[in-house]
C-alpha cells in the first residue's frame, strides 16, 4: 500500500512509539523526507510529547491517546491542505498514485 498523509497519520503514533516494523518505519521516514507538510508536522508533535512527558511519568491513558490520534489526523490534514493552498502541493502526487 503505497504511503500518503492519510495512512501517515494513521500510524504515526506508533512509528513515534517505535511499535511499527521496519518496513512500515521505512515507508513514513520516505514520506516525511519527501513532504514538507508531515515533515514539519512530526517535528511539531515530537516537541510537544517531549513537553508532556516532562510534565507527568504517568503512561499516556488508552482514551487520552485515542484523542490524540484522532486531533493528529484532523490537524494533518488541515496542515497539508493549507500547504496545498499556499502553492506548494506536496500531497498531490499521493493522491495520484491511486
Ligand atoms: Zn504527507
Do not use: W
Amino acid at each position: 500500500m503505497p504511503m500518503n498523509c492519510e495512512r501517515l497519520a494513521d500510524l504515526l503514533i506508533d512509528y513515534l512509539e517505535g511499535a511499527l516494523g521496519p518496513a512500515d518505519t521505512q515507508c513514513i521516514e520516505e514520506h516525511l523526507a519527501s513532504c514538507a507538510c508531515c515533515g514539519k508536522f512530526v517535528r511539531t508533535y515530537q516537541t510537544t510529547m517531549s513537553v508532556a512527558g516532562e510534565l507527568t511519568e504517568e503512561p499516556m491513558p488508552d482514551d487520552l491517546r485515542y484523542q490524540l490520534h484522532v486531533n493528529l489526523r484532523q490537524r494533518l490534514k488541515l496542515s497539508c491542505h493549507d500547504a496545498v493552498v499556499e502553492g506548494d502541493p506536496p500531497c498531490a502526487s499521493a493522491e495520484n498514485a491511486e
